[in-house]
């Protein structure tokens, strides 16, 4: 069935937080495959996956996802489960829809008039695009980073504030406030300063202003939509760190272009590419391999994936 940018009235059922466990990733415990002719060089510094880190228990359940605009697919057959306590990276060229099946994780798509979505996402067992859904519930429990830090015209302190106080969190604000700004590594930065306006701060000090925002409502998943693309290398470094910090509490998934965050951060990685079969005016972006980042970044299986990752083409 479509699900096109309806909001519904009825809230997120209570249940939603009952985490499942479905069967582990087909073929994810198997060896690597043999290498091949067209084995990827080792340029990067891959981050390995913990040997000790267990099963992998699913968050999200994609099957068969296709997002068109004005009739018009734009991404299609995502079929992908991305664990919990992971930091996930989704890579690809631009326009191969990264970006456009991120938004689906919490409905922003749903903004976009013109947007409809096909096949089903599951998150802890229930289908976001369900009829009881409530979409500002979704966006409470999977919080969002957007490229460019979007602080409000407010204090530090406001900024943080405010989303607890729309959904009517209960609790000291100002112990809120500064767990947030502490998980957001950002907290010994600005305590002095918390009723200055947020203009005042750094580029990298807004962006970590706005995970601390996304994190302040104490969500289950953090979205990033390419968070450091417009950074510094001092402050992507801290972002970074950040993340891999704080996936201890929360699931990541992440967008990037660039190719060593992928590889520094990452515990899996999903690559998308752009399907030109039908023609330039028809390219739809597709999912071609999903593995652990070690795997993707040093022995791919699709050769697609390896011609990306080592700069042949996008």
Known sequence: MSRSGEEDDNPMPED?????????DAGADAPPPAASSHAVEQHLEVKPRDADAGPRTHIFEASDVEVAYGGKPAVSEVNIGLAEHEITALIGPSGCGKSTFLRCLNRMNDLIPSASVTGSIVYHGQDLYAKDIDPVSVRKRIGMVFQKPNPFPKSIYENIAFGPRVIGMKG???????TALRRAALWDEVKDRLKTNAFGMSGGQQQRLCIARALSTQPDVLLMDEPCSALDPISTGKIEELMIE??????IVIVTHNMQQAARVSDWTAFFNVDLSAGEANRVGRLVEYNPTERIFTNPEDERTEQYVTGKFG
């Open 246 to 251: 704080i996936k201890q509490e929360y699931s």
């Open 16 to 24: 939603l937080t009952e985490t499942r466990t479905p069967p582990a």
């Open 172 to 178: 000291n604000m100002d112990e809120i406030v500064e």
